[in-house]
């Protein structure tokens, strides 16, 4: 199939920034979204245009460094899927498609489509772990039996891949579906609930310092999430900041 | 020069690791605050040390190409983790988990480091489940078990088909402890593009800021390698996209030598590529083949008619179906280890029994293991268990529960339901046994220069059993390094800060910059994946599942001339100091393009076939690996001394005391 592309370009994190226009034929509608622009890539340095510097790592769903908004979506339309699990037979012949950066404040452009999250890692490095040592003298994995319901609902909380979606598709740009889906996974597990109360004030409050705005409950996080994080992950750290507010 | 010394303590192969603990020099805790280590790579094995070295005290420089330390590959491992814990109560043991390491990996690894794996490798579930890993628990609370390739018991830990994620979120997260703790600092979006040796020792990297393209220089006491395998070589791997050999190709190059770097993994189950764009292949996890049966049609008739859309895999009947992994393999059947499997895989499609248009392709089929659950689960529910739909429905529903994301990740890519219709696989190269020379202590030729994780090659000989690389990355990081290092740096209290103004340091740092300019400069007619997409057709045709004389000869000849043009011929766009892709690729590849030909020739010096080394002149009659055990009972250590196919050959004996050394049958 033949494509439009209009894609944000931007020299570096100074630059203004602007949509460029490409056009793109022979695509297989079994190539991924992320081989569909190293196709163009190639193309453009062939013509001596330099190509478009756009994250990614795995190609499997999995590391999270992939982004991207296509057409308006963080992934783009496919549903449960990272871009670069996003396939061209979601696409048709002729298609215009809108390729930019994931947009907030808290993750300023580095270069056309690259943005810094680096704001996550701080949100983790203030709370997101149990304070064990790991030289190695824990007691027995099994010596605390833990419900497969709570472990599993952990589990499906620890899932989330740190990509960013939830921020880019908010309208208020806020991260509580990434910061509550650390606080949900240790809430849920004994080994979690000693440190509870700090790590939930604390967390939050490094969210506001870094600048994501606040949740408003539109969801739209939750729909646009590759992983399927869950909106009751909010309501879970919710409570937890009440409970940790009123005991404090 | 350097020699060969395994350093392997004496004593019973029980207590090694107990009594060298107690023997080894410690650094008190008032000294380690005076001492820098380096950490390259921030997966399993880079995490779990930068953690544990910063929780002893020393200050922890790590660093990462990726935005963050949560991108490391070890993210995408997907089965599990082994462990000897014993809690299914099926006759595991510490013996049985070194036992079955050292014959899976074709009796090619050194029996006192594979023992202290196994050994601690108990310890890495208690230390994983304290840090609030969600693994997966039955209904009684305790952590569940499933089984893999190569051994006769359940001993794999696992969280769905997300064991890696979780596992690396666990050391990520104790390395934000240390981060918010002030005792690492972290370098994201930095690559280490050279090891700068002074006096003989390492101590320090030369590393360029990916963001603005500063070349930086970094200096400490101790140089830690942890930056996973060079499957990438082969350009199409289950490897992520910017996996790549430089850091580990610059120490050797420093002097450290590189062992085995023919022993590569090709993984059994993996999705087959469908077009000449392909960018990665993605693997589906071995755990597919506890329930999943491989097989493709007996009859060529079904074969054409598959190929040319007139049938459907689920309407060739039992009889007319070859299981030929059990058929070859009675005693372990579907659950032979991965050489084995992908080697019968490529058998069948040489033959003509490919499934796919491509020729490369056989079937998964999960339509027993559905129906045998779901019988199951009516019985449980006392529904009728002679209701088809009702069975096929609550059996889909388990396998759900147990693959369900693995099975969303093959919908997504093929665009079939793998519910409905049997998964198409294909072998994909994926892990890669050899890796830089280190001693017992982990330490490298080079004095001060480790190396872990998938970067050496200590644990798991010609070929890795599933879910082991898992472990070996955190019991090196975790539990093995923190101790071992000491040893070393004992000596080294009294040493003070290293300065990075040293001639070694200029020195190292004009290369590197000497190196990006003439890449940038060049200004030729083909790009990096022009080349890297060549390299990787040499190496998968000719280094690939299987080999020859006359293949490794011409791979040789072949892979020196692509690296002539590459360097003659290769555009790279944009400038120096800003964020260059382009200029990253490149670098990573005129590494390949080096250890490409290393890894060909120590391919052709090793005549006989082990694990994931296969020889064609070197097979039994019925086309199993034929292993030579009077001349290649040794470890090939190469030392660069100019061109990599000139490397010189040093060998390490491989004595095998605790272990009677057999044929390696799954018969």
Known sequence: MKLTLKIWRQKSSTDKGSLETYLISEVSEDMSFLEMLDVLNEDLIEKGIEPVAFDHDCREGICGMCSLYINGEAHGPDRRVTTCQLHMRKFNDGDTIFIEPFRANAFPVVKDLVVDRSAFDRIQQSGGYVSVNTSGNTQDANSIPIPKDDADIAFDAATCIGCGACVASCKNSSAMLFVSAKVSQFSLLPQGKVEAKERVMNMVNKMDEEGFGNCTNTGACEVECPKGISLDNISRMNREFITANVKK | ?667
């Open chain 2, 1 to 667: 020069m350097a020699t060969l010394n395994s350093g392997v303590p004496n004593g019973e192969l029980k207590e090694k690791w107990t009594q060298y603990k107690d023997s080894i020099n410690l650094v008190n805790p008032a000294n380690k605050r005076n001492i820098d280590v380096i950490v390259v790579g921030t997966g399993l094995a880079g995490g779990s040390a930068s953690a544990t070295l910063a929780e002893l005290g020393y200050n922890v420089k790590t660093f990462c190409y990726q935005d963050s330390p949560r991108r490391a590959h070890s993210i995408a491992a997907q089965g599990g983790i082994n462990a000897a814990k014993n809690y299914q109560g099926d006759g595991d043991s510490t013996y049985r988990l070194f036992y079955d390491t050292v014959k899976g990996g074709d009796y090619r690894s050194r029996e006192a480091n594979v023992y202290r794996l196994a050994e601690v490798s108990t310890n890495i579930i208690d230390q994983c489940v304290a840090q609030g890993v969600p693994f997966a628990r039955d209904y009684g609370g305790l952590l569940d078990n499933r089984s893999f390739g190569g051994v006769l018991v359940s001993r794999t830990f696992y969280a769905k088909g997300q064991t890696g994620q979780q596992l690396l979120l666990g050391a990520y997260s104790a390395m934000n402890r240390q981060i918010a703790r002030g005792k690492i600092k972290m370098y994201n979006r930095h690559e280490m593009l050279d090891v700068v040796v002074v006096d003989g020792k390492a101590r320090g990297i030369i590393a360029r800021n990916l963001i603005t393209g500063e070349i930086e220089r970094h200096s400490a006491h101790a140089v830690v390698i942890a930056s996973g395998g060079y499957g990438n070589v082969y350009f199409l791997s289950t490897n992520a996209m910017g996996s790549n050999t430089t850091a580990a190709w610059k120490a050797h190059k420093k002097g450290a030598f590189f062992a085995n770097p023919c022993y590569t993994q090709i993984h059994p189950t993996c999705i087959p590529r469908s077009g000449e764009y392909q960018s990665k292949l993605t693997l589906m996890s071995e755990s597919l083949r506890n329930d999943g049966r491989i097989w493709v049609p007996k009859n060529m008739e079904d074969v054409t008619a598959l190929r040319e859309g007139k049938l459907k895999a689920t309407q060739i009947s039992e009889e007319n179906r070859d299981y030929y992994l059990e058929r070859r393999y009675p005693a372990f059947g579907n659950l032979v280890p991965r050489d084995v499997a992908s080697r019968a895989a490529k058998e069948r499609c040489d033959a003509g029994f490919g499934v796919n248009q491509t020729g490369e392709a056989v079937y998964l089929d999960f339509s027993s293991a559905i129906i045998r659950y779901g019988k199951e689960q009516a019985l449980l529910n006392g529904e009728d268990e002679s209701n088809e739909q009702l069975v096929k429905k609550l059996g889909s529903e388990i396998v759900k529960s147990k693959y369900g994301n693995l099975f969303q990740m093959y919908e997504k890519i093929v665009d079939e339901n793998p519910y409905e219709n049997p998964m198409m696989i294909y072998p994909a190269v994926h892990y890669t046994m050899g890796g830089i020379w280190v001693d017992y202590n982990l330490m490298t030729t080079v004095p001060g220069l480790y190396a872990i994780g998938e970067a050496n090659f200590s644990d798991h000989g010609s070929n890795r059993l599933g879910a082991s690389a898992l472990m070996q990355g955190l019991a090196d990081g975790y539990f093995v390094l923190p101790y071992t290092i000491g040893d070393y740096l004992s000596d080294d209290i009294r040493t003070g800060p290293i300065s990075t103004d040293s001639k070694e340091f200029e020195f190292a740092e004009s290369n590197v910059k000497q190196l990006l300019s003439q890449l940038i400069s060049n200004k030729g007619n083909h790009s990096v994946d022009y080349y890297h997409k060549k390299l990787g057709k040499i190496m998968w045709d000719k280094c690939g599942m299987a080999r020859t004389e006359v293949g490794l000869n011409e791979a040789i000849k072949e892979i020196k001339e692509l690296r002539e043009d590459f360097w003659k011929n290769v555009t790279v766009p944009g400038k120096l100091n800003e964020l260059n892709k382009e200029l990253e690729k490149a670098g990573r590849v005129a590494d390949f393009l080096e250890l490409g030909e290393l890894f060909a020739k120590d391919a052709l010096t090793r005549n006989e076939s082990c694990g994931g080394h296969f020889r064609e002149e070197y097979a039994t009659k019925e086309g199993e690996a034929k292993r030579d055990d009077k001349n290649f009972t040794f470890v090939s250590a190469w030392e660069h001394v100019g061109e990599p196919s000139e490397a010189k050959l040093h060998k390490e004996k491989l004595d095998f005391e605790n272990i009677e050394v057999k044929e390696r049958s799954y018969k």
